[in-house]
């Protein structure tokens, strides 16, 4: 499934419950389920959040091991590259060899994990207003000339309606009542997944938030309570919740601690 949330650790993390509820659930409503546990684990974040607060643990990150640190984001990074490969061409990186039996997943990786690389170096090299840019302008320019290239490809022989994202035609927003189907939710597997799946987030979210107060309190020279500001994270993300959305600051709030000086 292709999931939006405001996070891509949460969106890969949101993707495999999916794929778990279809499998555990083939019965109840796949998407009802899937927003029910979204619900009940963008509420327990909040709700730990606030309680770090409350207990006045805010300082904590000061004294979390540099090497568990980066373990927990070298764990993000590659739950976020094994769901880009997949998306980009079928293939997870678990399954290196799918990659050899068709030219068009191998082209299709090869040219992602290109494009990928070209974004980091520009991101890495740039700073200011163009390292903000150089995204949105990436994506422009790339999805204009894919768009070129569909238009010349009946000139030239060549198929490229495989590189792009096709969503079922009979889906709409105004079906979205009736696609609910919270009648037919597995309470139990949303619950069971949306518990797995704030356990695995909370600990990477929650020093993704504190690494960024840390960088502002240093970067400025300025005293940050910690424990309020996470209190103030955690009532954000239950205002948040009846819209099914779960706001993180994992991997944004690391580039923002790192370009700050954390």
Known sequence: PFICVSDSFMAVLFAASANNIARRAPDASLLGTLAVAMVICSTVLALGYIAVGVLRMGKAVQFVPSPVMAGYQASIGWLMLDS???LASGCSLKRPECL??????????LLAAGLGTVLYIKQQRLTGVSRI?????MLFTVTLAFQLALY?????GIDLTGWALKPPAHQSFLNLPSDLHL??????????????TALTAFVPNLL??????????NRFDCDVDYNLEIRH???S??????AIMTPTVTYLGMVVAWDLGA
């Open 84 to 86: 880009a490969s997949t």
């Open 100 to 109: 050899l039996q068709s030219a068009e997943r191998g082209t299709l990786w």
């Open 133 to 137: 840019l150089v995204l949105p302008g």
């Open 152 to 156: 010349l490809q009946p000139q030239h």
């Open 183 to 196: 009648s037919a939710v597995s309470w139990k597997v949303a619950t069971n997944e949306a518990l797995l």
């Open 208 to 217: 993704g938030k504190l690494l960024q107060y840390s960088a502002l309190e």
């Open 233 to 235: 994270a955690g009532f």
């Open 237 to 242: 993300q239950l205002v948040s919740v009846p």
